[in-house]
């Protein structure tokens, strides 16, 4: 609005005034309002305050590059991106929920216990996973306290401190989590009744037999469902058609734009001169950096372990320099080349001192490696240079038993020194992710031969020519469709259409199309009934789409739902039907066999079956009938019960009561436990419901 007072200036103001209202009007009615807010960093409100996209994005980043650290992926897949999303999100508001509750209740965690969950000799879980010990399950001090050391030395806007400080306060906030859940936790009680009811329900067993008439025998087409058959569903079960947040479903075709014959062949042109490049290449790291599509380091690989079963079967028979292909496996023509092939130890028994370069510098490091291997070499034990670096006194340096491990467990800069040397070796090797390592080679068990193998790929893509024919096959297609006849048009191309069913806002990838942010993002814009605005492109996909229904956040009307109950309420009409069939079995009859015989089914004896565990033999779960059974007397013919597979009529033989209980203590115990851990859940989504949590991601994300 700033833009278009500036722009024409208080000259128009009546008419632009006039305008803007009407342009309010319009936004309104279209998206509930959201445009009166005119805030464009509020990414949704929690109990009337404000969620704000600036401070989200920063957080999202944040937890992007510990998943990408922690995952060792250097890009993000969008199902990934979608669920760090989703993660940051509820973490930020159900964070913002529980200050606001903490604060009524006076709750603070003071900097001695933050402390002591740092520094303390019962840490937080999460100082031990960071900076443990694997083989002792404690944390390494000297490595926690050299970190410290570092931060604090480290200057005001070095990433590592402010994850270091994000870290110590995401401890302080999970610790208030832990109090609020506790003061609601220890409110939680079960009493002797409840026990004893549950022990009841676990151990009393029903034996029946029953009779059914299964709501498949019945044709769809013999049953006519009626608006009053619906309403009356959609009424009975009202409470379950509630919409947690706003959803979008819509029709879509997919234009494939994958390579042609021509262009495979062009491919594979490419691919064979640059074979014959690659033969006569005398660095063939260098060469597969340069020219390959996917970036493979080269590394040494056992027999059956990461060679391509097409190679594996041929390079350890093979010579130096032995090509392979170009061949096409998983959308690319590939060339392989035998670089080196060796016998290797298959295991590697070692211990190390390693030196940390960052504070001295990677030149100082290595002198210093030397100088100790030249103490080993001149018969000074390394059994006792590992102890007196294993304390952690000596800053920078530390010692420690790598154990026995095989090819694959280290980083390559380790792997393929190392698994050269032989026992009694003691060697220096530098790796850029950790520093200098002396390393002493104590035992080798095994041996077996190895291969490096340099691998090129050339992906096969669709060529720009391929590209411009479907791309305007599609916008044809898009330029012939009206709001009403996107199926017919379908239709008529030959093009299977396909459904993305309640799409939340945030969601990154439909049925068939793994990145389908902008198609979503295009639907939360659009009214029912719209095309797409435009040939949505996605990898080889060219997609239109065609908006079907919004179902809103909250209640749900019977039109909303109506396609989705559609099943259970011809159910509910059959069951009628099928009701009034058994009834007239049981008119005049006093058992379960004459009723099976009027209506021409078998009886099913049933044994040992209990209330809390309500599953039929060969059916499935009928809560409705197990109930029914255990509310009844024995040797009594039942009325017609509808349950979820059919309609049954049953006659209870008997009960066996369990023994009695005397000690509730267990069951307590038990009841508590599940209790508690459901509570957990329970609580964050009581507060969530209360807060009145608005979302407006759709728009930003």
Known sequence: MGFLRERMGKILAFFIGFALLAFIIGEVARSGGSFLRDDRNKLGEVGGEKVEYDKFNKLFE????????????????????????????????????????????????????????????????????????PQTGKVDVAKFNQFKQNVQASKADDPVRAQWDAFIDGLGKNKLN???????????????????????????????????????SVPDNKVTITDADYQAYYDEHKNQFKAPQETRTFDYVSFNASASKADSAATKTQAE??????KASTNDSLFVQINSETKVPLAYLHKGKGLDPKLD??????????????????????????????????????????????????????????????????????????????????????????????????????DNPVFTFKKGDVKVIITPQFGVHIVQIEDTKGSSKVVKVALVDVPLKASSTTQTEVYSKAQRFLGNLTKENFAAEAK???????????????AGSIPGVESARDIVKWAFTAEK????????????????????????????SLDDVKKQIEPMVKNKVKGKLLADKLQAALNGSTTIDQVAQKAGVKVNPIQNIVFANPIIPGSSAEYKVIGTVFG??????????????????????????????????????????????????????ALKDKANVKDYRAKFL
């Open 492 to 506: 008529k191309e030959g093009m299977a259409t396909k459904t993305a069913t309640d799409v939340n806002g945030i």
């Open 313 to 414: 079967s041929v390079m350890f028979t093979a010579s130096n320099g032995f090509m392979v292909g170009p061949y096409l496996s998983n959308g690319s023509y590939k060339i392989a080349k035998l670089v080196d092939s060796r016998v290797e130890p298959d295991s590697i028994k070692a211990r190390h001192i390693l030196i940390d370069p960052s504070g001295m510098g990677l030149d100082k490091a290595k002198a210093k490696a030397d100088s100790i291997k030249k103490l080993v070499d001149g018969g000074k034990s390394f059994a006792e240079l590992s102890a007196l670096y294993a304390t952690g006194k000596v800053p920078a340096m530390k010692a420690e038993d790598l154990g026995t491990f095989g090819r694959g467990r280290m980083v390559p800069e380790f």
């Open 178 to 216: 832990e109090k609020y859940q506790a003061i609601v936790t220890n409110s939680l009680y079960i009493n002797s009744l409840e026990a004893k009811e549950d022990y009841t329900a676990k151990n009393k067993l029903a034996n029946f037999k029953y009779v059914t008439l299964d709501y498949a």
């Open 273 to 278: 001169k640059m074979a014959a490049d690659f």
């Open 529 to 556: 009934g719209d095309f797409s605005d435009k040939v949505y492109i996605t990898g080889n996909q060219y997609i239109v789409a065609h908006l079907v229904s919004v179902k809103p956040q909250g209640q749900l």
């Open 62 to 133: 944040q937890n992007s590059q510990q998943f990408k650290q922690q995952s060792q992926q250097a890009n993000l897949t969008p199902q990934f991106t979608a669920y760090i999303q989703e993660n940051t999100w509820n973490n930020m508001i159900s964070q913002m929920i529980l200050t606001k509750e903490v604060e009524k209740l006076g709750l603070v965690v003071g900097d001695d216990e933050v402390n002591s969950m740092v520094n303390g000799t019962n840490p937080d879980p999460q100082i031990v996973q960071a900076f443990g010990n």
């Open 632 to 685: 009844s007397k024995p040797n009594k013919l039942s009325k017609p019960v509808e349950g979820q597979q059919g309609v049954f009529v049953f006659t209870l033989d008997s009960f066996v009561n369990p023994a009695a209980v005397t000690n509730t203590v267990r069951e307590k115990e038990q009841l508590g436990q599940a209790l508690l851990q459901r509570s957990r859940s329970l609580i964050f989504d």
